[in-house]
């Protein structure tokens, strides 16, 4: 009896010290998540979603975080290595949601709307910005986020050993792709309003230097502001479209060529 207490003790201690080393990199990769790692979530849901995020993934990385755990010498170097892999997933995550505030950022700049409700969230943030930044988040989370995070923290435990040292070219490489193409899907969401832009203030140099007494920037004004707005309901929901089909391409290659 005392012998089996005990193997059931060892048993314990063995799985909480495998649950520690997992929740190292996933609660690490909750603290900039889309939606799930937002500031305006408070500390405790955050930390519970976290608890089960573990919970679920855990059993599923077992055999590659058990062995690690056994080796009481090397568990506290997991609390860098862990943290490390769970930081670059999450900031490869949290690119996505940077491209929708960039995006944002040069739609207002292009349409005069950049002063209008700037600071309404947790993040300073035009109006136009921050709806879409709230309009890509619920897009997501719709889209079943939760369940395809699951999936891409078990896959990194394949790409990203347990205790390994991730290699700095690996991720200088990953982390430079996944920054341009961040960069990139934010210009091609806001291109119709760049080109709008564009043609508004072409058409009032036009108007401007044919009749120089009237005030263009009193009447292109509204014109502009209404514009962009008319634009913005008639090409929002395809631009989200876009957006969230890059973000499930990456979740479901996160590690590959794409």
Do not use: C
């Not at 790409?159 to 700095?168: E, I, W």
């Amino acid at each position: 009896m005392t012998e089996l207490m005990n193997e059931l003790a060892e048993l314990g201690q063995m799985s909480l010290t495998a649950g520690f080393i997992v929740f190292l990199r996933i609660g690490a990769a909750m603290a900039v998540l889309p939606a799930f790692g937002e500031r305006v979530i408070p500390q405790r849901v955050r930390l519970v979603m976290a608890l089960g995020f573990t919970a679920i993934v855990a059993p599923a990385v077992a055999t590659n975080v058990v062995p690690f755990a056994e080796k009481n010498s090397v568990i506290w170097f997991a609390l860098a290595t862990e943290v490390i892999a769970g930081l670059a997933i999450g900031i490869a995550l949290r690119l996505f949601v940077l491209a929708l505030q960039m995006a944002g950022a040069i739609v207002a700049q292009s349409t005069s709307l950049s002063q209008i409700l700037g600071n309404s969230g947790a993040d300073p943030s035009p109006a136009i910005g921050q709806l879409m930044l709230i309009s890509g988040l619920a897009l997501a989370v719709m889209l079943d986020l939760h369940v395809k995070l699951a999936e891409v923290l078990i896959l990194s435990y394949e790409v990203l050993p347990v205790g390994g040292v991730p290699g700095g070219d690996l991720l200088t490489e990953w982390g430079v792709r996944r920054v341009a193409l961040a960069f990139g899907l934010a210009f091609t969401l806001s291109a119709p309003f760049v080109i709008a832009s564009l043609i508004y203030n072409v058409a009032m140099g036009v108007i401007n230097k044919a009749m120089p007494q009237l005030m263009v920037s009193f009447v292109g004004a509204p014109a502009i502001s209404a514009g962009a707005l008319i634009l913005m309901l008639l090409v929002m929901p395809i631009l989200l479209a876009a957006w969230a089909g890059e973000l499930t391409g990456f979740l479901a290659n996160p590690f590959g060529a794409y």
